[in-house]
């Protein structure tokens, strides 16, 4: 694999062990968040909470792809 | 257990339930979100976009579904506006499958999460 | 030269023996005003998301429990330095009060599935005579639709008989109900130290009582729940 290509691979979570998955739970889909989120709210009421943190590194990555292939 | 000062709250939480495999079942799911925050290669931009935008016309289609089932229930259609409105409905929900294996998602990737208010699907 | 953040605490001035972390890198504690936070230097551009990783993250956060009540940072969180010292400097106050309201308490965790039985399940509309396929459709649509309803009603009676036999000894609650899944219902207590088996008691006896539910309940943790201080911002991009 290349540095570009996939750098984050996603095992399979196969383990049925709860605790494991109860620590996953918390781990990846609580706390503190810390780069790139945007709420966007109307009225003062907080509506949508985009993760910006793909899609910040995404569009760097791009960039450093494409000014990759631009040299090659 | 009681938690004496030597080394309680560090260690392992305590988890209890009777029905183990079934939470496992539920939690596994959670955990299968996570692909959609790690993905860094240039393509997933689109498929973000893509993401979102067949997410919000989800909502509103099932949004139309529910509206179409209360007029129904309601009594004030007729029966070839019930079929009508079917109908129309069946093609908007084949037209989504559509797209959305057009961008290689699956039901679970339709979402977006609202914070405090929970999901939006 | 990034950081990998692990959690964020005060009243802590050295680290004992830690955990190793993310892909095995070393744990330290970085002092930034008065605050301290744990992280591991790191090259890499992004975390690589492994199961491994994921645990190795929990375990360092879990390791000053015992010390002091830490908030978390969620899984993934790689910045610089130099990003860490204006975030809390931008939020110093929201962190601080964040940092006092979970003091000397734990996240203790209950989770409920409700799977109805069949009788309950809404029955078909009478229909006379053969139907189309549009028709047939929006009955197959209305028994869905239905069945969530039915969920959502109980989802709603469900999360309310849990606060009311649980919040006295709670600081903090943050619950979550899904009606349309089979985990109805996934609450996280804020609860005080001392008050663990208290706690604990309290939900043997109250799960006794509801024999339709099915219940997992785990903790302590540390308050991944409670950490999230982005939620108290009213606008980053008011659209009003």
């Known amino acids: 694999m290349s540095d570009f290509d996939q750098i984050l691979v996603s095992e399979e979570w196969e383990d049925t062990d709860l605790s494991m998955l ?11 968040v810390i780069a790139g989120e945007i709420t966007i709210s109307v009225a003062n009421i907080d509506l949508i909470f985009i993760g910006l943190n793909v899609l910040v590194s995404s569009v760097e990555t791009a960039r450093e792809v494409i000014r990759k292939r631009g040299t090659e | 257990m009681a938690f004496s000062p030597e080394n309680p709250l560090s260690a392992d939480p305590e988890i ?31 498929q973000g976009l893509a993401k979102l935008v067949l997410t919000l016309i989800e909502f509103i289609r ?7 089932v209360r007029r129904m229930e309601g009594g004030d259609l007729s029966p070839e506006q019930i079929e009508e409105l079917g109908l129309a409905l069946m093609k908007l929900e084949a037209k989504l499958q559509e797209l959305k294996s057009q961008f290689g998602l699956a039901d679970e990737d339709l979402n977006l999460d609202l914070g405090p208010i929970g999901r939006l699907i | 030269m ?47 998301a492994t199961r491994d990783n994921a645990l190795a993250h929990a375990a360092v956060v879990r390791s000053v429990l015992g010390e ?27 962190l601080e009060k964040k940092l006092a309201h979970v003091a000397g308490c734990v ?23 053969p139907q189309g396929a549009g028709a047939t459709f929006l009955e197959k649509k209305r ?13 709603s009676e469900i999360s309310a008989w849990l606060h009311d036999e649980i919040s006295g000894l709670t600081r903090d609650e943050q619950v979550t109900v899904r009606p349309t899944e089979k985990l109805l219902l996934a609450a996280a207590h804020l609860v005080e130290r001392v008050n663990i088996q208290t706690y604990r008691a309290r939900l043997a006896e109250t799960r006794e009582s509801r024999s339709e539910l099915h219940f997992l309940t785990s903790g302590p943790w540390p308050p991944y729940s409670f950490a999230n201080i982005e939620l108290e911002f009213e606008t980053h991009f008011g659209v009003t």
């Open chain 1, 22 to 32: 109860e620590t996953l739970d918390h781990v990846l889909n609580r706390g503190i």
């Open chain 2, 16 to 46: 209890e339930t009777s029905h183990a495999d079934e939470f496992a079942e539920q939690l596994r799911c959670v955990a299968d979100t996570l692909p959609a925050r790690i993905n860094i290669d240039a393509q997933s931009v689109e």
């Open chain 3, 143 to 155: 028994r869905e639709i239905l069945g969530d309803e039915l969920r959502a009603s109980k989802s």
């Open chain 3, 68 to 94: 002091t009540t830490p908030l978390p940072f969620r899984f993934g969180a790689l910045v610089t330095e130099q990003q860490l010292r204006s975030y809390i400097s931008s939020r110093k106050p929201a």
């Open chain 3, 2 to 48: 990034k950081l990998y953040a692990y959690c964020l605490a005060e009243n802590l001035d050295t680290l004992a023996q830690s955990p190793p972390g993310v892909s095995r890198a070393p744990v330290r504690l970085l002092k930034i005003d008065n605050l301290a936070v744990l992280v591991s230097d790191t090259e890499i551009d992004a975390v690589p």
């Open chain 3, 107 to 129: 996240e203790m965790n209950v989770k409920i599935i409700w799977e109805p039985s069949a009788e309950k399940k809404p029955q078909p509309a009478h229909q006379p005579g």
């Open chain 2, 62 to 68: 099932r949004l139309l579904e529910k509206q179409a």
